[in-house]
T-cell receptor, first 114, second 113 residues
Framework: DAGITQSPRHKVTETGTPVTLRCHQT?????MYWYRQDPGHGLRLIHY???????DKGEVSDGYSVSRSKTEDFLLTLESATSSQTSVYFC?????????????FGEGSWLTVV | AQTVTQSQPEMSVQEAETVTLSCTYD???????LFWYKQPPSRQMILVIR??????QNATENRFSVNFQKAAKSFSLKISDSQLGDAAMYFC??????????FGPGTRLSVLP
């Protein structure tokens, strides 16, 4: 258990409204990620963070922003939700050890934009 | 950019039989990591097995083993003695030393009783 909690787990929202998903970790990992999962695409990276206030874009970052003001929290914001952002969102942390990298995931947040 | 390909969108296996899921990747790096993750209907992503590219020996975890062919950039997962609980989506993933992870599109495995 990598101690990752996502909230909310399920949300239905209307087109054009802002939405924030929260990821909370308890084990002080430096790297945190937001992915989205869609049929036929696997997991695609939205944004990632390599420390407090240090973030960078992934391959599908348009329409999303992130913030990391504390080590334990990584927020994903959809500034104006669209139907194409209906997806399952996964937060993840990576555990870089002397034996190498491994990525661990939260339980996912189901977002439906109507 | 690195890419990961899983050419089998769906596969099926009889309970107690063996099945192999394929994965190929593209990278110019010589040192990296490869992973297989399992996603059951609950959608939880579960690490199945990990391989370091510098290790010649194939990784094994109980009924799960890999066939790592570095020159061919191939990383297949073998599941022996398949069980009903093995039914899931399986994702192959690549990571470099810079904490960059890339995932394949997944293979849906069905286990037939």
């Amino acid at each position: 258990d990598a101690g990752i909690t996502q909230s909310p787990r399920h949300k239905v929202t209307e087109t054009g409204t802002p939405v924030t998903l929260r990821c909370h970790q308890t084990e002080n990992h430096r790297y945190m990620y937001w992915y989205r999962q869609d049929p036929g695409h696997g997991l695609r990276l939205i944004h990632y963070s390599y420390g407090v206030k240090d973030t960078d874009k992934g391959e599908v970052s348009d329409g999303y922003s992130v913030s990391r003001s504390k080590t334990e929290d990584f927020l994903l914001t959809l500034e104006s939700a669209t139907s194409s952002q209906t997806s399952v969102y996964f937060c993840a942390i990576s555990e870089g050890t002397v034996s190498g990298n491994t990525i661990y995931f939260g339980e996912g947040s189901w977002l439906t934009v109507v | 950019a690195q890419t990961v390909t899983q050419s089998q969108p769906e596969m099926s296996v009889q309970e107690a039989e063996t099945v192999t899921l394929s994965c190929t990747y593209d990278t110019s790096e010589s040192d990296y990591y490869l992973f297989w993750y399992k996603q059951p209907p609950s959608r939880q992503m579960i690490l199945v097995i990990r391989q370091e590219a510098y290790k010649q020996q194939n990784a094994t975890e109980n009924r799960f083993s890999v066939n790592f062919q570095k020159a061919a950039k191939s990383f297949s997962l073998k599941i022996s003695d398949s069980q009903l609980g093995d039914a899931a989506m399986y994702f192959c993933a690549y990571s470099d030393y810079g904490q960059n992870f890339v995932f394949g599109p997944g293979t849906r495995l069905s286990v037939l009783p």
